[in-house]
């Protein structure tokens, strides 16, 4: 892959996350620093809210690899990147953040088990490219 396209990959995943981001920062803002009950509730919502998005992303991804190249990439770059927003807050219960690293891993193994033999087949310095019959 050309330093052009690994750049717009990362971009598209970093615009990915930055999305999440700040539409959960829109759409459901943060408590007060005062109400703490309500924070710990927060962070949850959240984590319910993003990890499976994340996901989600990545999977896509994974799916639509494929057909529209480096977007896919970018997707499940995105998708690895809000997974690890999702489990990121300092104030998790450690139960939570375990789980969504676990799902995390999971996620990750699907996308490798479903896209790195695709890139070795389509790697035109493939140690196999050089064999035939």
Known sequence: MSFIRSVY???????????????????????GYLASINRATYRMNVFFIVLPLGAF???????VRRRFGMFGAGLI??????MIYAVA???????????????????????????LPSLRKASPT????DRSA
Do not use: K
Not at 77 to 82: A, D, K, Q, S, V
Not at 99 to 113: Q, S, W
Not at 126 to 129: E, F, G, K, L, Y
């Open 9 to 31: 990959v990362v971009a598209i995943g970093v615009m990915i996350v930055l999305l999440v981001i700040f539409g959960i920062q829109s759409f459901y803002p943060a408590p």
């Open 57 to 63: 992303l990545a999977m896509v991804g994974t799916f």
């Open 77 to 82: 770059l995105g998708g690895m990147g809000t």
């Open 89 to 115: 807050p300092y104030n998790l219960d450690s139960l939570w953040r375990f789980v969504g690293i676990a799902v995390a891993l999971a996620v990750l193994a699907f996308v490798g088990h479903r896209v």
């Open 126 to 129: 493939s140690p196999d490219s």
